[in-house]
């Protein structure tokens, strides 16, 4: 089946190149375009698309804001959000909506595509890499009110996933994550996705900037519990 895609941009001419460079994959459909947030409900009701490719920077309704709005939607489809910053507070700020990671409108046509088709698939397009420098460049240390509430969400999580989730903060893979915790992948997926639900996130970046608000709070109640390394 498919990939039904929708392109959020202001510039025609974006939107034309990344309609030409991603319509010519066998597996994309872009089903629908438009120039300014304002519009994107409207689209998606008439579309129904599968992942959302959304600018920042919009002169009307800005995709910060329309990715807050359209993932606060049941059964919203993923976001991958397009900025000419490898990491600000934009970018931050839309990963916290529920935005599935971001990509550079310089990237080459070929990782566009593969990061289209890896939000489609739910796995957030953000590398352990990345996810690392985006918590040490763009975010500040937390309020201690944000920092409270945060470690508090992740204290309500069992001894197992609150390892897990740790792991995720520190930006590794399930591969890395079963490794270190002598666990299996899918066992590493199924804790992911309880963590998921009982703390009503969208993916595993949100579960990331959790455990980043939660610093230092859970880095010095993990060296006492000898869990963080």
């Given at each position: 089946?498919?990939?039904?895609?929708?392109?959020?941009?202001?510039?025609?001419l974006?939107?034309?190149?990344?309609?030409?460079?991603?319509?010519?994959?066998?597996?994309?459909?872009?089903?629908g375009?438009?120039?300014?947030?304002?519009?994107?409900?409207?689209?998606?009701?008439?579309?129904?698309?599968?992942?959302?490719?959304?600018?920042?920077?919009?002169?009307?309704?800005?995709?910060?804001?329309?990715?807050?709005?359209?993932?606060?939607?049941?059964?919203?489809?993923?976001?991958?959000?397009?900025?000419?910053?490898?990491?600000?507070?934009q970018?931050?700020?839309?990963?916290?909506?529920?935005?599935?990671?971001?990509?550079?409108?310089?990237?080459?046509?070929?990782?566009?595509?593969?990061?289209?088709?890896?939000?489609?698939?739910?796995?957030?397009?953000?590398?352990?890499?990345?996810?690392?420098?985006?918590?040490?460049?763009?975010?500040e240390?937390?309020?201690?009110?944000?920092?409270?509430?945060?470690?508090?969400?992740?204290?309500?999580?069992?001894?197992?996933?609150?390892?897990?989730?740790?792991?995720?903060?520190?930006?590794?893979?399930?591969?890395?994550?079963?490794?270190?915790?002598?666990?299996?992948?899918?066992?590493?997926?199924?804790?992911?996705?309880r963590?998921?639900?009982?703390?009503?996130?969208?993916?595993?970046?949100?579960?990331?900037?959790?455990?980043?608000?939660?610093?230092?709070?859970?880095?010095?109640?993990?060296?006492?519990?000898?869990?963080?390394?």
């Amino acid at each position: 089946m498919s990939i039904r895609l929708i392109i959020v941009d202001d510039d025609p001419l974006v939107r034309t190149g990344l309609t030409f460079m991603l319509g010519g994959a066998d597996d994309i459909e872009i089903v629908g375009e438009a120039a300014d947030g304002a519009e994107v409900p409207a689209l998606i009701e008439r579309t129904a698309p599968d992942v959302v490719l959304m600018d920042i920077r919009m002169p009307g309704v800005d995709g910060l804001t329309a990715t807050e709005t359209l993932r606060r939607r049941r059964g919203a489809p993923e976001v991958l959000v397009l900025t000419t910053f490898h990491a600000d507070e934009q970018v931050l700020r839309a990963l916290r909506a529920g935005a599935a990671g971001f990509i550079l409108k310089d990237t080459p046509p070929v990782e566009i595509v593969t990061a289209v088709r890896r939000v489609a698939a739910g796995d957030p397009v953000l590398s352990p890499a990345v996810t690392r420098q985006l918590m040490t460049h763009v975010a500040e240390a937390p309020a201690g009110s944000r920092r409270n509430t945060a470690a508090g969400r992740l204290g309500s999580l069992a001894e197992r996933e609150r390892e897990v989730a740790l792991a995720v903060g520190r930006g590794q893979s399930n591969a890395e994550i079963a490794a270190g915790l002598y666990m299996s992948v899918p066992t590493v997926k199924a804790h992911v996705s309880r963590i998921l639900a009982k703390l009503g996130l969208n993916n595993r970046v949100q579960i990331a900037l959790l455990v980043h608000d939660a610093d230092p709070a859970m880095e010095e109640d993990g060296a006492r519990n000898g869990d963080v390394r």
